[in-house]
């Protein structure tokens, strides 16, 4: 069992951005997936959820109307669009598979690293 994030970098204030988590040698269709975020120094952040069928979505207030999550279980791949990005978004973002949004993780990836300059 594997899970990949990518997408992270460095981008301004105001900008957008596109991580993915891409699973490898199992299919995600059937979990739900979450993104979580930790800043240096802080504790872990749950950002977003999407449940398996029929996809209910999940934010943490402080990214709702600006991140959008979803999956493509064709690519065995979930998303997590970012607009308007804010320097309190730098982070380093890792997804995770859940049996449902809000119980625990059951498989980890590893870590993007994103960073928004003011």
């Known amino acids: 069992v594997q899970l990949q994030a990518s997408g992270g970098g460095l981008v301004q204030a105001g900008g957008s951005l596109r991580l993915s988590c891409v699973a490898s040698?199992?299919?995600?269709?059937?979990?739900?997936i979450g993104w979580f975020r930790q800043a240096p120094g802080k504790e872990r952040e749950g950002v977003s959820c999407i449940s398996g069928s029929p996809g209910t979505t999940y934010y943490a207030q402080s990214v709702k109307g600006r991140f959008t999550i979803s999956r493509n279980n064709a690519r065995n791949t979930v998303y997590l669009q970012m607009n308007s990005l804010k320097p309190e978004d730098t982070a380093v973002y890792y997804c995770?598979?859940?049996?449902?949004?809000?119980?625990?993780?059951?498989?980890w990836g590893q870590g993007t690293q994103v960073t928004v300059s003011s």
């Open positions: 040698r199992f299919t995600l269709d059937y979990y739900a």
């Open positions: 995770a598979t859940f049996i449902a949004c809000g119980t625990d993780a059951n498989y």
